[in-house]
């Protein structure tokens, strides 16, 4: 039996993103219900704060398809891609996780004192650029 474990890196890669944007979006999507409950407004604000862990999901379905595109080519090996995947699926899955918490706080923050909300998207952003760190520097180890 001949097993092929090419397509193993860019899976990794798509499920690291995807699991780790659904945990962060359950994680503030939880707080977020739960502030809808103590306030008449804003609930799109807050939506949206709840929804700020889901980008995760594209750079790990970037990085798949980049990556299998890559070892169909012959410029990297599987074994590449599974180590590649597995080092910065980990990064991004944790990002969207602790960024899900950080957006939980951010809604609380929000609900206690409206005038935050705006300044809840540093840590935000912050937590994001590990992920994309992580993205970037898969791209160039595949290079």
């Not at 097993?3 to 503030?28: E, Q």
């Not at 070892?71 to 995947?85: D, E, K, Q, Y």
């Amino acid at each position: 039996m001949d097993w092929d474990f090419s397509m193993v890196g860019p899976a990794i890669a798509l499920g690291a993103g995807c699991v780790g944007s659904s945990i962060g979006c359950y994680i503030a999507g939880q707080a977020c219900h739960a502030a809808m409950t103590k306030t008449d407004e804003g609930h799109g604000k807050l939506i949206g704060l709840s929804a700020a862990p889901a980008s995760q999901s594209i750079y790990g379905f970037v990085l798949m398809l980049l990556m299998a595109q890559a070892i169909r080519a012959g410029t990297l090996t599987p074994l590449s891609g599974i180590g590649i995947a597995l080092s910065s699926g980990a990064a991004i899955l944790l990002s969207s996780v602790y960024q899900g918490k950080v957006c939980a706080t951010g809604i609380q923050a929000t609900l206690k004192n409206p005038s935050l909300y705006g300044k809840c998207f540093a840590a935000v952003g912050i937590i994001e650029s590990f992920s994309l760190f992580a993205f970037v520097f898969a791209l160039l180890l595949m290079k």
